[in-house]
């Protein structure tokens, strides 16, 4: 009942090749070496496939994802044809996208085919999913009908879920079998995965019963039943459910892998923790790019897709930008009759802009991994606030000893202190604030957030700087 592709035999593996010295691969500072990099060209200059087979056939995957990334365009493709069947195509997992798609470009469909049927369904997924349906529908033909089946299935899923991430090889028994026929069946069946943790047991539908570790397996008798002693999985993973959700079961149960059941909750897949690493990764790398405003971009993204990515966000800062001069427009008179004041309308806006994104960056943080919510947000609002307060009194001391000191007037360091007080209660605010509303409009507050915080934090500060400037010292305003 093991709904897996041929493997070796999972009880007696043949020997693992010898992994490359990472001596020759990264120098002392973890970086890539340049000398092995130089003789990688070299070799693919010359057409040398015997050198690069001698060198490259045995780095692991993510070393292999390293080196692809390091070449040119065009040395990708070469060291992909000249390595021929030596190429480790789970290495294209490995890699950003603009360079997978890049490499399977530029190979025939049938090409291809062949090195989906060498990998792991997740990595084959990983792979399909970014080609286009009518290339993909081809590839599909090309493979066995099993194959083709599960692929199928897998791609049927929404994109980021645990359906697209989860390994369809697994290894499922009826709960009658005892442990001496699951184990004889673990040595003799050739056709179970490399590596799996768990045995799930089905009924003959292959809804999902339970799950047994196997370690309990190898310590029991061989008489008990399956029955007696599986345990219930208790953390069956929806395959439509979000991948970053999935993520965080593993973290909050510490898991090594997981079943993964379709809505009649038969078995479908199982999720490991090796995929669940890269989704924590990818979801954290996706957080911090676009509280930067950069969206997905990717290193190896040409100069015209950089471009489009970062426009957009470019142009609503432009205009949030010059919201904030509207509001200095205001006081162009109060400006003009007291030169301090534009000396030190940057401080208040800086020190404003940056308490917000740290705030705003915890709040973020916090709604990706579910620890904010409608019951603790009102506690985490008020900590903000009171936080805003605190830190805004006490800077507010040192600029307003420090300005008084700098133009010779207690009076400017006491508005620039109660103007950055102000303004920090307000960044404060913003930076809870404006996470939680996108986030329960749907929008990505990762994304959004930083823009609309920064615009508040300047609005906020120069009216608050100017306006107390001018009430303060009886300044005329236009």
Do not use: C
Request: hydrophobic share 50%.
């Amino acid at each position: 009942m093991a709904d897996r592709q041929p493997e070796d035999d999972v009880l007696d593996p043949p020997a693992a090749a010898e992994p490359a010295n990472p001596s020759a691969i990264y120098d002392a500072d973890g970086g890539f070496d340049a000398g092995y990099l130089h003789s990688v060209t070299e070799a693919i200059a010359a057409d040398d496939a015997e050198h690069l087979k001698r060198h490259v056939v045995d780095l692991h995957e993510s070393e292999l994802g390293d080196l692809l990334e390091h070449l040119s365009p065009d040395d990708r493709q070469s060291l992909v044809r000249l390595m021929g069947a030596d190429f480790d195509y789970a290495a294209l997992t490995e890699v950003d996208e603009a360079v997978r798609l890049q490499i399977v470009d530029a190979m025939p469909n049938a090409q291809i085919a062949e090195a989906v049927r060498a990998l792991d369904s997740d990595d084959a997924v990983y792979i399909l999913e970014d080609l286009e349906e009518e290339d993909r529908k081809e590839i599909l033909e090309q493979l066995p009908f099993r194959e083709r089946i599960r692929l199928r299935r897998a791609l049927e899923y929404p994109d980021e879920s645990a359906g697209r991430r989860m390994q369809t090889e697994f290894v499922a028994v009826p709960p009658y079998w005892t442990v001496g026929q699951t184990i004889d069946y673990l040595r003799d069946e050739d056709g179970l995965p490399d590596n799996f943790s768990q045995i799930f047991v089905v009924d003959p539908s292959f809804k999902l019963l339970g799950a047994v570790d196997l370690d309990r397996i190898l310590r029991m008798r061989r008489p008990a039943t399956i029955e007696e002693i599986m345990h219930e999985t208790r953390h069956a993973i929806p395959a439509d459910m979000d991948q970053e959700e999935a993520a965080q079961i593993f973290e909050q149960y510490d898991l090594l892998s997981a079943a993964v059941v379709d809505a009649t909750q038969r078995l479908v897949g199982v999720l490991t923790i090796d995929d669940v690493v890269d989704v924590i990764q990818q979801e954290a790398e996706e957080d911090l790019l676009r509280l930067g405003g950069v969206g997905d971009e990717e290193l190896s993204d040409t100069v015209l897709t950089t471009v489009r990515s970062r426009f957009l966000w470019l142009l609503i800062n432009l205009g949030t930008a010059i919201l904030a001069s509207v509001v200095i427009g205001f006081f162009d008179a109060t400006i003009q009759q007291m030169v301090a004041l534009a000396v030190l309308m940057p401080i208040v806006a800086s020190m404003g802009g940056n308490a917000g994104t740290q705030t705003m960056t915890v709040a973020v943080r916090a709604l990706a991994t579910r620890d904010i919510d409608i019951y603790n947000a009102g506690r985490v609002i008020r900590r903000e606030v009171l936080v805003g307060i605190l830190n805004g009194v006490a800077f507010a001391v040192i600029i307003g000893v420090v300005a008084g000191l700098w133009f010779e007037s207690w009076g400017i360091g006491q508005v620039i202190g109660l103007a950055l007080i102000i303004n920090m209660i307000a960044a404060a605010l913003a930076g809870i604030l404006i996470p939680l509303l996108l986030d329960r409009v749907g929008a990505d507050p990762a994304l959004a957030s930083g823009t609309f915080v920064t615009t508040v934090t300047d609005v906020v500060g120069f009216f608050a700087f100017l306006g107390l400037a001018a009430w303060w010292f009886g300044l005329g305003s236009s």
